[in-house]
């Protein structure tokens, strides 16, 4: 039996400490807000898995890897959608209730899908469903659950990862050791100035895990949707209404996807998002319409509930009116890096969930893979755990009783003066501008000068620690941009000299947007 802690409270994070309970293993759960609180509970068009007969892993495989932009791992791929099927079922069993028709489960269709088979609950409330019947699941078993509870920093100890540094609800930082940590704490579209993600999605297990000294990969691809509601909060528009027959419009009314792309609506998500980013400039900033008029008011209600009340509650009537939206970043393909069991490069360190750079998305992901991402190699993860901790009994049990004290390190305690605290919104909007759906040298050289004149404050609190991870991770994500030189999937650039001057925007006027 090994003693683990698991850190975040989305799908991964209770996929693992339920599955590691029933291991046998002793379990601690930290999550920074409320159990529920994350990334998975605003998911909408559901998750992916070929589970009907006109379907298959082999098709599942090739959608990935091509929507993948050329950089997806196969051997990642393949475990994802040979093991998929079985971890939907599990997640029936957790009482997860997919939305079922006469012919039984529903399935919808999303971008760069070749077949219909994203199952959804709730109609658009996918996270939502899978949340509530995890929280229950984990709330059955005992874990020892710790909410309001950030991560700060790991431990470690003789090069391997020993525990965690946790500011607890109290505001104090304290120590949380284990055999194994397995980070599940999520994305960080809080690093832009225009995101889907809540408030919570600030790269702390990204940025702890570096600090670390693990390795991390990928960062440059941040997926931007491409249609978030153009309101306060940019609220996301599912690609499944898309999927249903909504179409993209420019602000004469003319359907302009056609003209990037051939697959429409439905190409790749990084082509959609990019499509409608142009536009947008090219019609001075104003933003392009997503007319969903074709469905019906009876059928937007009733496939899209959630969806119908966000988009009401805005003040449009989307039933008769084609309705604003704008790209927002949504998801980090990117993260630390791990094997096919979930094994970041440190020892005793695990990283699953959007955190974790599995391999499985390469430049940009394939819609509704996320959530199955997590729930398949977080199961991994749990059974490399178990296999290590039957490996090494003695010396695990031996480390484990050492319990949790308090750690010197408030902020009151250490007295930092903070000298040069970071401004989060002038971050965020020089990330939107110079790292978002289009980059060149110069601006990522601007970005980079402006990052590097903030000094990193010390984590006294919540919103330090937060600006600690934010500015980590943006350095991180800009000197990676840089480094890759040449365009992919999400990451484009438009000093790429392999593209053609005839493919560049008309107005880069970014300003404007
Ligand atoms: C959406 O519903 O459009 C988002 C699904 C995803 O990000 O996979």
């Not at 605290?421 to 980079?448: F, K, N």
Request: net charge negative; charged share 25%; glycine share 10%.
């Amino acid at each position: 039996m090994a003693r683990v802690l698991v850190i975040g409270g989305g799908i991964a994070g209770l996929w693992a400490a339920v599955k590691a309970t029933d291991a046998g293993h002793s379990v601690e759960l930290v999550t920074k807000a409320e159990l529920a609180e994350g990334n998975t509970r605003y998911a909408q068009g559901g998750i992916a898995a070929a589970l009907f007969p006109d379907d298959s892993a082999e098709r599942h495989f090739a959608d990935t890897i091509e929507a993948g932009a050329g950089l997806a791992d196969p051997a990642a791929v393949r475990v994802l959608v040979d093991e998929g099927p079985d971890r939907v079922r599990d997640l029936i069993r957790f009482g997860v209730a997919f939305d079922r028709g006469e012919s039984g489960l529903e399935r919808g269709l999303e971008a760069a899908h070749s077949r219909a088979r994203i199952l959804h609950a709730g109609g658009d409330a996918t996270g939502a469903a899978i949340e509530h019947a995890l929280v229950a699941t984990v709330r059955r078993r005992a874990v020892a659950i710790d909410e309001q509870a950030m991560l700060v920093d790991l431990l470690v100890e003789a090069g391997r990862v020993v525990g965690a540094l946790v500011l607890a609800a109290s505001g104090a930082v304290v120590e949380r050791r284990a055999d194994a940590v397995v980070l599940a704490t999520g994305g960080s579209g809080c690093l832009f100035r225009h995101t889907t993600n809540p408030a919570v999605a600030t790269g702390d297990g990204v940025a702890a895990a570096w600090r670390a000294g693990a390795r991390v990969a990928d960062l440059e691809f941040t997926q931007f949707h491409p249609t978030a509601l153009a309101a306060p909060g940019t609220p996301l528009i599912s690609e499944a209404v898309r999927g249903e027959g909504a179409v993209l419009r420019d602000a004469g009314g003319r359907r302009f996807m056609l003209d990037v792309d051939h697959r429409g609506e439905l190409a790749p998500r990084d082509v959609v998002a990019r499509g409608v980013w142009r536009r947008s400039l090219e019609q001075g900033g104003a933003p392009v319409l997503l007319d969903a008029t074709s469905l019906g008011g009876a059928e937007l209600a009733r496939r899209f509930p959630g969806l119908d009340a966000v988009v009401r509650a805005a003040g449009f009537d989307w039933a008769r009116e084609p309705v604003p939206v704008t790209p927002a970043a949504h998801y980090a393909m990117g993260g630390v890096a791990t094997d096919l069991d979930g094994r970041a490069s440190l020892p005793g360190l695990f990283a699953v969930g959007e955190v974790a750079r599995t391999g499985v998305h390469g430049a940009n992901r394939l819609a509704s893979n996320s959530l199955l991402e997590a729930a398949v190699f977080a199961d991994r993860a749990v059974r490399a755990i178990t296999a290590s901790a039957a490996h090494n009994s003695g010396s695990e049990s031996r480390r484990a009783v050492r319990d949790a004290s308090a750690h010197g390190m408030s902020g009151e305690a250490s007295g930092v003066v903070h000298a040069t605290p970071v401004d989060r919104g002038e971050l965020q909007q020089l990330m939107w501008r110079h790292v978002g759906l289009e980059r060149d040298e110069e601006g990522l050289a601007a970005a980079s000068a402006r990052l590097d004149a903030w000094t990193p404050p010390e984590p006294h609190d919540r919103r330090s620690a937060e600006d600690r991870n934010l500015l980590d991770l943006a350095r991180l994500t800009v000197a990676a941009a840089r480094a890759r030189q040449t365009s992919c999937g999400a990451h484009f650039r438009t000093d790429d000299p392999s593209i053609a001057v005839s493919q560049l925007p008309t107005a880069l006027d970014r300003e404007a947007a």
